[in-house]
């Protein structure tokens, strides 16, 4: 079965990554398209309502969670991701933009202050996103275990954690290489931005 989305190309800058999203053909593009498979995200990661997004519904990302792009949740969901690890500094920002052309095709930046931090957030969210959209007949991502396997994994490529207790790695840190590379404050809505806790999307 086909996957909710595919990342066509990831893109690191010195502050940002920014990923080219195609929410795939017969792949509902809005959220209001599917309002259980929504509430299933909202309830791995219910801070996300909270999350300052300057969009045209409202001052938070709640006000247009209903029907907003499916980019934009992921968006949202990256970055409360990197947001909980506590790692990814006082700030995190996100904004999503449509691509001229074409209406299942976005640019989804998200704040870069760690490459793995960055990239293993927007791998995860887009695991979440996947059940919550097409498996939810599956068990379900245990989001407090990704966060943590997360945060672990890039405490040690700093170099400032242990070594883990166990060489097996969970679904979730698996999940974490299957993006091929070359709180929260979002922006304003192209879809775009939130801030939350010290965190932003749009």
């Known amino acids: 079965?086909?996957?909710?989305?595919?990342?066509?190309?990831?893109t690191i800058g010195p502050k940002k990554l920014t990923a080219r999203v195609l929410v795939n053909p017969g792949m509902p593009l809005m959220t209001s398209e599917d309002v259980e498979a929504t509430a299933r995200v909202y309830y791995l990661a219910p801070a996300i309502a909270?999350?300052?997004?300057?969009?045209d519904a409202g001052s938070k990302f709640q006000d247009c969670m209903g029907h907003t792009e499916l980019a934009h949740l992921l968006e949202h969901l990256t970055v409360e991701i990197m947001n909980e690890t506590g790692l990814a500094g006082t700030?995190?920002?996100?904004?999503?933009?449509?691509?001229?052309?074409?209406?299942?095709?976005?640019?989804?930046?998200?704040?870069?202050?760690?490459?793995a931090l960055a990239i293993g957030a927007l791998s995860s969210a887009t695991f979440m996103m996947n059940w919550a959209f097409l498996h939810h007949d599956q068990t379900p991502p245990d989001f407090p275990g990704t966060v943590a396997a997360l945060a672990s994994l890039v405490s040690n490529l700093r170099g400032n954690a242990a070594e883990p207790d166990s060489p097996e790695e969970t679904e979730e840190e698996q999940a974490f290489g299957a993006i091929d590379t070359e709180g929260a404050v979002v922006e304003p809505h192209d879809a775009e931005g939130v801030v939350y806790g010290g965190a932003a999307a749009e």
């Open 1 to 10: 079965m086909a996957d909710l989305f595919n990342i066509l190309k990831v």
């Open 50 to 55: 909270e999350h300052l997004c300057l969009g």
């Open 91 to 115: 700030i995190s920002t996100g904004r999503t933009r449509n691509v001229m052309g074409d209406d299942r095709l976005f640019d989804v930046e998200v704040s870069c202050p760690d490459d």
